[in-house]
Each structure stands twice: as C-alpha cells, then as structure tokens.
C-alpha cells in the first residue's frame, strides 16, 4: 500500500467521479484505474461502487477512508516539522466551524494567526457543532469550535467564549423604546428563528414555558444573518447571540432589549487532539485562541 494510492483512493471518493479527481491529483484516469484496482487486490476487497451517477466508497472503502486521512495527515506533518525544523516556516492548519463562528469570531483570530504565521495556508470548514468533534478525531480538521462538551473521547474541549442570547426588535417597533421587559410581555409577539435545534435553543424554549408564556415562531431560517435582516424589516423579533448582532446594534439596525430574569448563555468551546498530536501550526493557533479567550 503506497501514499500515492490512497491520496488517488480520497480523490475519487472525495470527488465521486474517477475523471475529476484524475485531474485533480494530476494523472490519467487510466492511471487512477489501475491503481486504485492493485490497492483493491492487495486488500482483497472492493473499496468503490462505481455507479453511473456517483463513485461512492463500500463498507471497507468507508474503513479504509478514516485510515488513509490519518496516514496522509501524519505524513504531512513529518514533512512540515521537518522543514520546520529548517526554518521553511510553512504548513496547513484546518479548522472547523459553524456559521456563527465563522462570521463573528474567527475572522479577527484568523487575522491575527496570520500576521504571526504568514506562510501557514489556513483552511476553513464549514459543518455542524455534531459532527466536528469526529472530523477532529479523525484527523479530517486539526481544530473545531463548537457550542457543548462533546464528551468524546480523544479530543479536548476548552471554553474560549461566553456569548448571552439577547432579545432584538426593529428599531420602529414599539419594545424598542424600552430597556426591559418581562417574559410575559412577549405573549403575543412573532418570533423568527434559526432551524437548527441547539441546546441554547432549547434551554430557551424551557425559559418561556416554565413563565407559562408561548413562544411564538412564525419563521425559521437556516442562517443568522437572514435572521437580522428578517428582523431588521419589522418580520419578527429574535433572540439571538449577542456576537452576531453586534454589528446590527452598533449601527442601530436593531435594538437589543432585555429580557427580565433570562441569563442564557451559549458557551463556545475549541476542541482538539492531545498537544502531541498537534501540528506546530495548530499548536499555535491554539495558544492563540486560548489566550483570546482569556
């Protein structure tokens, strides 16, 4: 079995087409061919479905998927510490985040990162706090930023930042003119909210039911920032991360108003594999992002 064949293995299941991921790696598709069949002898067993629409991974091409990730992982970090060692200061650094946290938090950190580390290539996933935690632990993303302890074993989770959920309204609307309000004053608003149903969502939910009071969502949206500008119309209220209205409250787009005795919070936390683990390019981010958060 040689790196080649399973950097060509990734490629195509990545791509799920033998002709794109040919281009990709800079080979013939005849090339690819024959050596993905030789790595599929040598492991007598089939690794593809090579089906007229999409080339997708068997059961053993699925196992085989998380190994070849983290073979070829630590084969690039060898190679990047050893040139570290050198002084070629260059390497990758793969993170992994939600909307929120792309939009709101990693662009100063990234800014910062960069300055210090120039000639590392920083690369920015976007996927879901539930899947983060085992794209670490399979060497898929070196760090992640999530919204819960995942409780996983292998991984870290240190929590960098607290962000309170807020209550927003136009600012035309008639709240807006108030510094508070009770829970129970919102009876009869239309709320608009994100799809997704995260744990600070739910610990919402349970504040405006034990007040006996419905919370009302006419709308769900799939990203914050079609939120604010649903809001922002006179469409609803929301209640929503101070970290990500931030920009809308400064610029008086929105009013925030607070809500008497509701002390949400949403805790973000970066989560990693042991510092051994680590490439030097995370490492550094990490001291950076821990430091921030302090």
Same mark, same amino acid.
């Given at each position: 079995? %040689? &790196?080649?064949?399973?950097?060509? &293995?990734?490629?195509?299941?990545?791509?799920? $087409?033998?002709?794109?991921?040919?281009?990709?790696?800079?080979?013939?598709?005849?090339?690819?061919?024959?050596?993905?069949?030789?790595?599929?002898?040598?492991?007598?067993?089939?690794?593809?479905?090579? $089906?007229?629409?999409?080339?997708?991974?068997?059961?053993?091409?699925?196992?085989?998927?998380?190994?070849?990730?983290?073979?070829?992982?630590?084969?690039?970090?060898?190679?990047?510490?050893?040139?570290?060692?050198? #002084?070629?200061?260059?390497?990758?650094?793969?993170?992994?985040?939600?909307?929120?946290?792309?939009?709101?938090?990693?662009?100063?950190?990234?800014?910062?990162?960069?300055?210090?580390?120039? #000639?590392?290539?920083?690369?920015?996933?976007?996927?879901?706090?539930?899947?983060?935690?085992?794209?670490?632990?399979?060497? #898929?993303?070196?760090?992640? &930023?999530?919204?819960? =302890?995942?409780?996983?074993?292998?991984?870290?989770?240190?929590?960098?930042?607290? =962000?309170?959920?807020?209550?927003?309204?136009?600012?035309?609307?008639?709240?807006?003119?108030?510094? %508070?309000?009770?829970?129970?004053?919102?009876?009869?608003?239309?709320? +608009?909210?994100?799809?997704?149903?995260?744990?600070?969502?739910?610990?919402? +939910? =349970?504040?405006?039911?034990?007040?006996?009071?419905?919370? $009302? !969502?006419?709308?769900?949206?799939?990203?914050?920032?079609? !939120?604010?500008?649903?809001? !922002?119309?006179?469409?609803?209220?929301?209640?929503?991360?101070?970290?990500? +209205?931030? =920009?809308?409250?400064?610029?008086?787009?929105?009013?925030?108003?607070?809500?008497?005795?509701?002390?949400?919070?949403?805790?973000?936390?970066?989560?990693?594999?042991?510092?051994?683990?680590?490439?030097?390019?995370?490492?550094? &981010?990490?001291?950076?992002? !821990?430091?921030? #958060?302090?």
């Amino acid at each position: 079995m %040689e &790196f080649d064949q399973l950097s060509f &293995f990734l490629a195509v299941v990545e791509e799920g $087409n033998f002709s794109r991921a040919a281009e990709r790696v800079g080979r013939t598709q005849p090339a690819l061919s024959l050596a993905l069949k030789r790595l599929e002898e040598e492991l007598g067993e089939r690794l593809l479905d090579r $089906n007229p629409r999409k080339v997708v991974p068997t059961e053993a091409g699925r196992l085989l998927q998380n190994y070849a990730h983290r073979l070829i992982f630590l084969r690039e970090e060898a190679q990047t510490s050893i040139a570290e060692m050198r #002084g070629l200061m260059r390497g990758r650094l793969r993170i992994g985040a939600n909307e929120s946290t792309s939009l709101y938090l990693l662009p100063e950190l990234l800014v910062s990162f960069r300055k210090r580390h120039p #000639g590392i290539k920083v690369e920015v996933y976007r996927s879901t706090s539930e899947q983060i935690p085992r794209q670490v632990l399979e060497y #898929g993303l070196d760090v992640g &930023f999530i919204s819960f =302890d995942p409780g996983t074993a292998g991984v870290t989770s240190d929590l960098i930042h607290r =962000d309170p959920l807020v209550l927003v309204v136009p600012p035309k609307h008639p709240l807006a003119r108030r510094k %508070e309000v009770r829970v129970e004053e919102l009876s009869s608003e239309t709320f +608009v909210a994100h799809n997704a149903r995260t744990p600070a969502r739910t610990r919402l +939910v =349970d504040f405006f039911a034990a007040h006996r009071t419905p919370l $009302n !969502i006419a709308v769900e949206l799939s990203t914050i920032e079609t !939120i604010k500008a649903f809001v !922002i119309r006179g469409a609803g209220l929301a209640i929503l991360p101070r970290m990500s +209205v931030a =920009d809308a409250l400064k610029d008086r787009r929105l009013k925030e108003v607070r809500i008497q005795g509701m002390t949400i919070e949403r805790a973000i936390r970066v989560v990693h594999r042991p510092e051994g683990e680590l490439s030097h390019a995370a490492k550094a &981010f990490l001291e950076l992002v !821990i430091k921030a #958060g302090k």
